[in-house]
């Protein structure tokens, strides 16, 4: 069974930043799409940057593009997602998401294409 552990979120004011973590085991890390996902209250999940391991190509948001970076490390077979710049937009649960294929072009911020989910962790940008 895939687990996936999601750590560092918190609360910032605007301008700040947040890492966010994601750990899985090493089995899982190979070849897969996987990536963060963000959900408001009252607003459906989005898609905010996916990675896929296999081949190391990254997909944004149009809204993080610039500000978020998404890398992985291999050794502790965990993706992370570097927040700079956070606005008060960027407020949510964030989740991670790994899907066993490689990330859609086209498709890859559909939440319904991921297999696999963490638990979440909330991130509050205070203005």
């Known amino acids: 069974q895939v687990q996936l552990a999601e750590f560092g979120g918190g609360s910032v004011q605007t301008g700040g930043s947040l890492r966010l973590s994601c750990a899985t085991s090493?089995?899982?890390?190979?070849?897969?799409?996987m990536g963060w996902f963000r959900q408001a209250p009252g607003k459906e999940r989005e898609g905010v940057a996916v990675?896929?391991?296999?081949?190391?190509?990254?997909y944004y948001s149009d809204s993080v593009n610039g500000r978020f970076t998404i890398f992985q490390d291999n050794y502790n077979n965990t993706l992370y997602l570097q927040m700079n710049g956070l606005k008060p937009e960027d407020t949510g649960m964030y989740y991670c998401?790994?899907?066993?294929?490689?990330?859609?072009?086209?498709?890859?911020?559909?939440?319904?294409?991921?297999?696999?989910w963490g638990s979440g962790t909330a991130v509050t940008v205070s203005s």
């Open positions: 998401a790994a899907a066993p294929r490689p990330c859609s072009r086209g498709r890859w911020a559909d939440y319904h294409e991921y297999n696999f």
């Open positions: 990675y896929y391991t296999g081949s190391l190509s990254t």
């Open positions: 090493a089995d899982t890390f190979r070849r897969v799409c």
